[in-house]
């Protein structure tokens, strides 16, 4: 298995909604990311988890919160979103430093 | 992190043509990848190439890691060749994306 998968594809919430997004990768990679993408505009990093750990936030605002329940599984819990927090939210892992990232075809989330 | 440029921002192709796109990094990495992007907003990994050159039929890429730069080579362009090209680069776990090379190969 050489893939990352994102649930769900698609994603309309409103702004006092609470949802979860879900990646999951079966490649035995220990490093697991999140990416936001606006429209036109490269992939911007939210969150590293590196051995089940969070290890980076980029200064994501706490209405997004990622959580590692074992080394598949990445999850990004949603609360109280804005309207611009509507992009495409890219699911990656890697083995570790200096490998290459596998990237999932991401969630496209809408806010209303 | 590092910080990625990439050129030429746009590029129209006609179909059949080669061309050369260009990505710029500020430091010594571990990791540099070119992605297409295609319209479905899916990430499709080209090449992992931190220094050499690689082919993978019609696309090379090479990498000169002393002077800190990537090329990506298409050869004979086919319209399924458009979509957006990032060049991506780090030396930790921050992945860091240049703005991207618009690709448009016409019929």
């Known amino acids: 298995d050489t893939e990352v998968t994102q649930t769900p594809k698609h994603l309309v919430m409103g702004m006092t909604n609470k949802k979860s997004l879900k990646c999951e990768q079966h490649m035995g990679h220990r490093a697991m990311y999140w990416y936001k993408q606006k429209a036109k505009k490269p992939p911007e990093l939210m969150f590293v988890?590196?051995?089940?750990?969070?290890?980076i936030n980029e200064s994501v605002p706490s209405r997004f919160s990622p959580e590692c329940p074992n080394s598949s599984l990445l999850n990004l819990h949603l609360h109280a979103l804005q309207p611009e927090d509507s992009a495409l939210y890219l699911c990656a892992s890697s083995p570790g430093q200096g490998h290459g990232y596998t990237f999932g075809s991401g969630t496209r989330l809408t806010v209303v | 992190g590092i910080q990625v440029e990439q050129s030429p921002p746009d590029l129209i192709l006609q179909e059949g043509a080669n061309s050369t796109l260009r990505c710029n990094f500020s430091d010594s990495v571990n990791n540099l990848q070119w992605f297409h992007q295609n319209p479905w907003g899916q990430l499709i990994n080209l090449f992992y190439i931190p220094s050499g050159t690689k082919q993978n039929g019609r696309l090379s890429a090479t990498t000169v890691a002393t002077e800190r730069y990537s090329l990506l080579y298409i050869s004979s362009s086919q319209t399924t060749d458009s979509g957006v090209y990032f060049c991506?680069?780090?030396?930790?776990?921050?992945?860091?994306f240049g703005a991207g090379t618009t690709v448009t190969v016409r019929a």
């Open positions: 991506a680069a780090t030396n930790d776990y921050k992945l860091s």
């Open positions: 988890y590196s051995y089940e750990k969070l290890s």
